[in-house]
């Protein structure tokens, strides 16, 4: 089954639509949803993988244009690759503020996000296995893949634990 988005996913995803800069203190005021709870979400959406990152968005409008030509002129006299690069970039960012003005007409309530088990990454099409540590989830298809995982990687789930009680 996959991840079903309720309104308190939906309510956080809204506030950092807004703004990404927000804390999760200040998402709680905003949503009435408590702190604890509004970090929890937002680490669930970011461990299925549908928060990729939070960056920043900018206006290139406000830069002058002579400026950024000419840097990637310079660039592009520097290297040929480096130059493709920059255009990457900049048509990137240009996406990323497309889809955040649309993303907030297409979040939904009862949006469902696929989900993959972690081991095999075969579709879950059942409940999920859930499997947290630290400040992660991972999601599996089947208790065998679950504990599959677990052995494979017991050294590093261990590390990571450690990291994060001792921080
Ligand atoms: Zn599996």
């Known amino acids: 089954m996959p991840l079903q988005l309720d309104e308190y996913d939906v ?14 203190r200040e998402i709680s005021r905003e949503t009435g949803i408590t702190t604890p709870t509004v970090k929890a979400r937002f680490e669930r959406l970011i ?7 939070v960056s920043p968005i900018f206006d290139f409008g406000i830069v002058d244009e002579n400026t950024i030509s ?7 006299r520097e290297h040929k690759r480096i130059e493709n690069e920059e ?7 240009h996406m990323q503020q497309q889809q955040s003005r649309d ?4 979040i939904r309530k009862g ?6 088990c972690e081991f095999c990454r075969g579709a879950i099409t059942g409940d999920p296995r859930v ?9 599996f298809c089947c208790n065998v893949c679950m504990s ?8 590093r789930i261990e590390s990571i634990k450690r990291d994060y009680d001792g921080s």
């Open 11 to 24: 309510s956080i995803l809204q506030a950092l639509i807004k703004d990404g800069r927000k804390s999760f």
């Open 111 to 116: 949006m469902k996000i696929k989900l993959d």
């Open 70 to 76: 000419q840097y990637l002129e310079n660039k592009n």
């Open 103 to 106: 993303a907030r007409f297409r």
């Open 87 to 93: 255009e990457k970039q900049y048509s990137i960012q």
């Open 131 to 139: 499997f947290r540590f630290a400040n992660f989830e991972r999601f």
């Open 47 to 53: 461990n299925v993988g549908f928060i990729k990152s």
């Open 148 to 155: 599959d995982y677990k052995q494979k990687y017991a050294g």
